[in-house]
């Protein structure tokens, strides 16, 4: 993977709305050599997360991340095995919570958002982009790095987060398709 596969796959995202766009600007001008190295830090790099929906739709997959703790949508870091971002996504769906059995829906968001100092690494942005997924089956289980998987309805979310309730406005026209 590399800046031009990078920058294909942000063409096929409509934003949703200015800030959104902002945030797909600032991707596209990365100018850095390796954007997908967790390494980079100045300003950050890419990053790769997936929004679940339950197999009936109504519900959204969280997990409480230790290191942040928060509840989040499954994601992290792309590695040098992942052919592509689907497949990064895919990686940490299964990673974090056990799920297989997933049916893409697209490639439908973009954050920008400010990762904590913690030990020798700086402070620093995950440029996420972030794919919907259906969930083939109710079953979850906490994996690597998180405490708890959870299936929350998508009316009662917890939390307020921007980066969180913006695409979850995005899901719920998903959610009825």
Known sequence: MNL????????????????????????????????????CFDPGHVTASGFVL???????LLVWHRKLGAWL?????????????IAAQRRE??????????????LFDVDIHQFPARG?????????????FVAGT???AAGDGVDESKWF???QLPGSDPSLIRPVSKLRALGSG
């Open 4 to 39: 031009a596969d990078l920058h294909t796959v942000l063409d096929t995202i409509v934003p949703f709305d200015e800030r959104e766009n902002m945030y797909l600007d600032r991707i596209r001008s990365l100018g850095m050599p390796d954007p997908f190295s967790r390494t």
């Open 54 to 60: 339950s197999p009936d739709r109504t519900s959204l």
């Open 73 to 85: 949508q499954p994601g992290g870091h792309i590695e040098s095995s992942d052919v592509d971002l």
């Open 93 to 106: 769906i299964e990673e974090e919570t056990g799920l297989t059995n997933l049916e893409w829906l697209g």
């Open 120 to 132: 020798a690494e700086p402070a620093h942005e995950h440029f996420d982009v972030r794919s919907a």
């Open 138 to 140: 109710w079953d979850v």
């Open 153 to 155: 309805d998508l009316d």
